[in-house]
């Protein structure tokens, strides 16, 4: 499996949403899917000119993609995303494209679905399936505290104790539903069989899971 790349820049290509750069390596060009913004930085560079790049490898029986990323932490972050249902590799560029590492971090910590949504590809229930499956991931690898600790802080910078009561109510609300709905989501999850030594994300997934329910 290719992980790294580094040689000459042979040009920047687009195939409709798509951009990519072509990467000379010892007399081999690979061409590379990247973020819109890492294209619009080396678009107008003149060849040749030494490049390097983090990539992520996807091997199937009848092709091979190559997506290539400036920093290693974006291709951790890209890895992370691709690893939710619903999401794919274009979807994941588009939401590094739109937003940008730490930006998109926040978004995913913070359950900020209107800035999740203004990806292209990305709708309300793919913004919820980020935010639910990514938060604590992104919170022990790319920040010392959870969403919820980070918005309530006590006056000396130490995060603020909360139960998980709060803290499920506080993620929901942060997800755009209302008390009256999160109480329903809550009853309903306990009667699913979710218990109070359960962590919250077993009660978010069986929360959003009736809350989708009724909508649908």
């Known amino acids: ?9 042979g040009s920047c290509w ?32 003149l060849a040749p000119t030494a490049i390097s ?9 009848d092709s091979a993609q190559l997506y290539g990323f400036e920093e290693r932490r974006e291709r951790d972050l890209f890895r ?6 619903g999401v794919g590799p274009q979807v994941g560029l588009a939401l590094l494209s ?11 910590l913070q359950a900020d679905l209107a800035r999740l949504s203004s ?10 399936r980020l935010s639910v499956e990514l938060r604590s991931k992104l919170g022990d690898r790319f920040g010392p505290t959870s969403p919820t600790a980070q918005l309530l802080v006590l006056n000396g910078g130490a995060p603020a104790p909360l139960g998980l009561k709060q803290e499920l109510e506080l993620t ?8 009256l709905e999160i109480g329903e989501a809550q009853r309903a999850a306990a009667l699913a069989g979710c218990l109070a030594e359960d962590g919250l994300d077993d009660w978010l997934r069986e929360c959003l899971s009736w809350l989708g329910r009724q909508i649908a």
């Open 53 to 61: 790049l983090h990539i992520h490898h996807v091997q199937r029986e």
């Open 98 to 108: 739109a937003l940008g590492f730490e930006e998109l971090v926040e978004a995913i």
């Open 1 to 9: 499996m290719i992980g790294w790349l580094e040689g000459q820049l």
């Open 172 to 179: 929901l609300s942060a997800l755009g539903y209302g008390p």
């Open 80 to 85: 992370l995303l691709i690893s939710v249902n």
């Open 119 to 128: 990806a292209q590809g990305v709708g309300k229930r793919t913004a919820e």
């Open 14 to 45: 687009c195939e409709g949403p798509r951009a990519g750069l072509l990467v000379i390596c010892a007399g081999v060009g690979y061409e590379v899917q990247v973020p819109l913004s890492l294209h619009g930085r080396w678009q107008g560079q």
